[in-house]
């Protein structure tokens, strides 16, 4: 299930811990930002046709293994 709407966030987050009324707002707005990082970032890679094969990437920025 894709978590888009604030009530769908809420109704997850309350699944997993006990919140607060105060607690959401922050947490929406980080599901939020989050969301649009992630979005964008999907707009900007090209299509990879197939499943990444994760054995073959580096460990770290400098590509060591």
């Not at 989050?34 to 046709?49: A, F, I, K």
Request: proline share 5%; charged share 30%.
């Amino acid at each position: 299930m894709e978590y888009r709407t604030d009530e769908q966030v809420i109704a997850r987050a309350r699944q997993i811990a006990p919140l607060s009324d105060e607690d959401l707002k922050p947490l929406l707005t980080l599901v939020n930002g989050v969301r649009e990082y992630c979005d964008l970032m999907e707009s900007l890679m090209p299509e990879l046709g197939g499943e990444i094969d994760v054995t073959k990437m580096s460990r770290n920025m400098d590509g060591d293994a």
